[in-house]
């Protein structure tokens, strides 16, 4: 399959507030998104993951502002889509036809008053006046058969439902119309791991059949080096890393995704004492000058708490990574835990 | 604190249950029913010692952690503690709180807003008695403890303006103010930023080795049971399904339920192995009769979804409810039990 751009980021900048209020919670963020890849978004709570999708989706709420930066949202057969300077009209049209988006808590998604048949109703009705209402019903149930529920879910209340039913009614509803792009925010995050288990493999398999593009945000990056193409880690939000995800796994180049890796204990192999990251995570009304990450980074030198570094491809790779360790006017040598592939981690039987 | 021996038991749960009585499926006026939350809970937590209680959500752990520290009670079942029997008709009285402590998943929940971290922290040593020309540097000395220093700075401050990760800390030291032997700490890590996670995991290690606690951690993720903890237990739907005295049931799951949820872990060392298969039903999904986990059950035989199956023991020091594990002398034992009833009843017919 040859592999278009869907989704183009260039700067963009969200603040909470106005003025001297003002804190930046996604900084210069840049990246594209092939048209049938998955793109993970790993970070801490602020670090700015939701911010940026919802952002990008033009559902910031007050305080919340763009304030700079281009996105560009292209569509089969008709061209680019400025979203940023679309009006509101416009773009509640691209929205749900060709960018959905799947919440965290389904619970509080749906409309505790309204059995689920009515939501998918409303949906159909809205986005398409031609269909009837035998066509509407159909069409339900072929949603709701694709994240394997049963027809007679439509006669529930969310109540009735358990939570990965819920986030399964969330998802079948995100494609109801054939989205191009869809982004999921911590959808399995409330969920347990088996019911996590069995949404992503639906996931999976949803997207052979349906081959829509994916931006996933959770905070368990494990989860998301099985589950997408390529992650982007963000930390006081800006992004620190991106790379292939199995390359990033392997071999993580910034300090703050090396200590995101080491904070979930394995669950096989030798028992050891791990530390995490020592400190806090930032408090973006008084982020440090220079990096970010600079105060609970083990390897920060003077330059890292002076000059904020860029966000730099490594010659030849698809890895990118802002740390001055990784600069090329950095002169002294890596340290090892940085430079070198985690052969315990990459598996070696395979 | 007089010094406790470690591996000495301190507290034990004796096939504690509890039943909730909730609405029917049938409306309004439909016939209420019980739901057995927690049932035939056996727990021992040693000084010195961290047991992992390992379960979904709905599995009952966290109402075994509040049965533990009776802030709910029992419908059946015996407390001990300290080798004496907990008079269970009574109300839980400063002593038995004194001695065993709860620390709850939201620390945000479970401190008040417009209290100074430190009102917080100095009311429950007057309750408990402490003089009061000994509270400020006793507050002091639980704040160090955990590793909060300096502890002034922190006394002075709201709530809001910690992290979520300080304000944990806070919590426990609040726990550890009044010198328990034992902490139940239920899901105490899974509210907080992934990147602190570790350090409120080792600060529980490390105050159990040093203080000699008694530890119940309770936890939805297996991981972390495996990194701190002595001994594992498993819970499903009320139930405990799978034990072990050290962490081998993690490595070598014997029941299905114990192997499905590792299984189900993301595990990128894993990437491209076959993945199980997780036979849909959900949490609600259990059997009554039989083995409650047997609707779900890849390897269910006849004999589960009917017979509730006996607790076996799989290897040294590990046990398994499941009738898979059982000997045939078990399983033998039920058909008869079973023919025997069958006669019963077509004698009453």
Not at chain 1, 78 to 94: C, M, N
Request: aromatic content about 4%; proline content about 6%.
């Amino acid at each position: 399959m040859t592999d278009k751009t869907i989704l183009e980021v260039q700067n963009f900048d969200v603040d909470y507030g106005y003025g001297d209020a003002a804190v930046r919670a996604v900084s210069d963020v840049s990246f594209t998104l092939g048209a049938s890849k998955v793109l993970g978004v790993a970070g801490e709570s602020g670090s700015g993951k939701s911010t940026l999708v919802y952002g990008l989706t033009r559902l910031l709420r007050e305080p919340g502002v763009i304030v700079g930066g281009e996105v560009k949202f292209h569509l089969d057969g008709e061209g680019e889509f400025d979203i940023l300077s679309a009006s509101e009209e416009e773009i509640r049209k691209i929205r749900w036809s060709h960018i959905s988006i799947v919440l965290q808590s389904a619970l509080s998604a749906l409309n505790p008053l309204r059995r689920i048949g009515r939501e998918f109703d409303e949906v159909l009705r809205v986005h398409d006046a031609n269909l009837s209402k035998e066509q509407r019903r159909e069409r339900s149930e072929e949603l709701l058969a694709l994240v394997g529920l049963r027809p007679d879910r439509l006669r529930r209340f969310p109540h009735e439902l358990s939570g990965g039913q819920r986030q399964r009614i969330m998802i079948a509803m995100a494609l109801a119309l054939r989205p191009e792009l869809v982004i999921m925010d911590e959808p399995t995050t409330a969920l347990d791991v088996v019911t996590q288990r069995e949404i992503v493999s639906e996931l999976a398999e949803l997207r052979r059949q349906l081959g829509f593009a994916m931006i996933f945000i959770t905070h368990d990056l494990s989860l998301l080096v099985e589950l997408a193409d390529d992650i982007m880690v963000m930390y006081a939000g800006q992004i620190v890393e991106r790379a292939p995800a199995k390359e990033l796994h392997d071999a993580p180049r910034h300090p703050y995704t090396l200590g995101l890796m080491n904070s979930f204990p394995p669950l096989h192999g030798e028992r050891t004492e791990l530390e995490g990251i020592p400190g806090s995570p930032p408090d973006l009304k008084a982020l440090p000058t220079g990096c970010p990450f600079s105060p609970r980074c083990a390897f920060a030198m003077d330059k890292c708490r002076q000059e904020r570094p860029p966000l730099v491809l490594e010659v030849g790779t698809e890895h990118s990574v802002a740390c001055w360790l990784h600069d090329s006017s950095y002169q002294g040598a890596v340290p090892v835990e940085l430079s070198k592939r985690l052969a315990k981690n990459s598996g070696g039987a395979q | 604190m007089s010094q406790v021996e470690t591996g000495k038991t301190l507290l034990e749960a004796k096939a504690l249950s509890r039943h909730f009585i909730v609405k029917g499926d049938g409306g309004f006026f439909s016939k209420r029913k019980s739901i057995a939350a927690v049932e035939g809970a056996d727990v021992a937590l040693r000084a010195g010692k961290i047991l992992a209680v390992v379960g979904e959500s709905g599995s009952g752990k966290s109402v075994l952690a509040r049965l533990l520290s009776r802030i709910v009670s029992p419908t059946s079942g015996e407390l001990v503690l300290n080798g004496e029997t907990v008079d269970l008709k009574t109300q839980r009285d400063l002593a038995y709180a004194s001695q065993v402590q709860l620390v709850l998943q939201d620390p945000f929940a479970a401190m008040n807003p417009v209290r100074r971290v430190g009102h917080s922290l100095e009311r429950p040593l007057l309750i408990h008695g402490v003089p009061e020309d000994e509270i400020s540097a006793r507050a002091h000395e639980i704040l160090e403890s955990v590793s909060l220093t300096p502890p002034q700075q922190f006394l002075d401050r709201y709530p809001h303006e910690l992290s979520g990760g300080q304000l944990q800390r806070i919590n426990i030291a609040r726990a550890l103010a009044v010198k328990p032997k034992v902490l139940l700490a239920d899901e105490p890590i899974s509210m907080l930023d992934v990147s602190v996670r570790l350090g409120i995991l080792n600060l529980l290690r490390s105050l159990c080795d040093d203080k000699n606690l008694a530890i119940m951690y309770i936890t939805h993720d297996i991981a972390s049971a495996r990194y701190i903890a002595d001994e594992v237990v498993v819970m499903y739907a009320g139930q405990m399904v799978e034990r072990s005295n050290d962490t081998s049931l993690i490595n070598s799951p014997q029941h299905p339920y114990t192997q499905l949820l590792i299984a189900s872990v993301p595990d990128p060392t894993k990437l491209g192995a076959e993945v199980v298969k997780a036979p849909s039903g959900g949490a609600a999904a259990f059997n009554l009769n039989g083995c409650r986990f047997s609707p779900r059950c890849s390897q269910a035989l006849a004999m589960c979804a009917t017979n509730e199956p006996p607790m076996v023991e799989v290897a040294p020091g590990q046990h398994a409810k499941c009738w898979l594990h059982a000997s045939d002398a078990q399983r033998a034992s039920v058909t008869i039990s079973n023919k025997s009833k069958n006669e019963m009843e077509s004698k009453n017919v």
